[in-house]
């Protein structure tokens, strides 16, 4: 399995405080991915990082900010949290052969973030 | 419409027997294809890329209609560890950036 850990791995928090998650890849994986996850929604993809310092939105950006200074990092930021972002948040990263069948990406194992 | 639209489920089979799962994406620019499997609790996982031409692994095959712009993925033999909810995938983007979309999931269980 690819070497990508997301950290916390659980976490609670009060309405209105900032909170950051952490992905961490060891494969020089060029792409990286945070995506949220609730019943009835499936995956959806919040914000992408296309390289250092490159990123850009998803589906769900609204209320939730992205870094990626190192390739092996890339942060998610809730800048205030609300109970709507209570999730289990997916870091994954995409290997080689981006655009092709050969394309595989990994997933960390999840954050469980809970807004109280 | 929804960029990747699967069969909602639930699918409950016994053992033994064949099961279908069904994909349409709304990109027709989308350049490839997977299908994920996601355990209970756990990280989605790459069950199979999807070839053009099909593409078949022990009792798994995946298809791709371009034209229709659909994926399926058919299951023989099904096993209790087959139990999990399978994720339609498709990667589509340009230049320097490629974008991974995921269907809801369909949820599949297997009864003795």
């Known amino acids: 399995d690819a070497g990508i850990t997301q950290s916390p791995r659980h976490k609670v928090t009060e309405t209105g405080t900032p909170v950051t998650l952490r992905c961490h890849q060891t494969e020089n994986h060029r792409y990286m991915y945070w995506y949220r996850q609730d019943p009835g929604h499936g995956l959806r993809l919040i914000h992408y990082s296309y390289g250092v310092k490159d990123t850009d939105k998803g589906e769900v950006s609204d209320g939730y900010s992205v870094s990626r200074s190192k390739t092996e990092d890339f942060l998610l930021t809730l800048e205030s949290a609300t109970s709507s972002q209570t999730s289990v948040y997916f870091c994954a990263s995409l290997g080689q052969g981006a655009g092709t069948e050969k394309a595989e990406a990994f997933f960390g194992q999840g954050t469980r973030l809970t807004v109280v | 419409r929804k960029e990747v639209e699967q069969d909602p489920g639930p699918f409950n089979v016994p053992e033994g027997a064949t099961v279908a799962f069904n994909c349409t994406y709304s990109?027709?620019?989308?350049?490839?294809f997977f299908w994920y499997r996601q355990d209970c609790r756990k990280e989605p996982k790459l069950l199979m890329s999807v070839y053009s031409s099909g593409n078949e692994d022990g009792r798994f095959t995946a298809q791709l209609n371009r034209a229709s712009q659909y994926i399926s993925l058919l299951i023989r033999d099904s096993k209790l560890s087959d139990s999990a909810t399978y994720l339609c995938?498709?990667?589509w983007g340009g230049g320097s950036n490629y974008k991974l979309t995921f269907g809801k999931g369909t949820l599949l269980t297997v009864n003795p």
């Open positions: 990109n027709s620019a989308s350049q490839s």
């Open positions: 995938v498709v990667n």
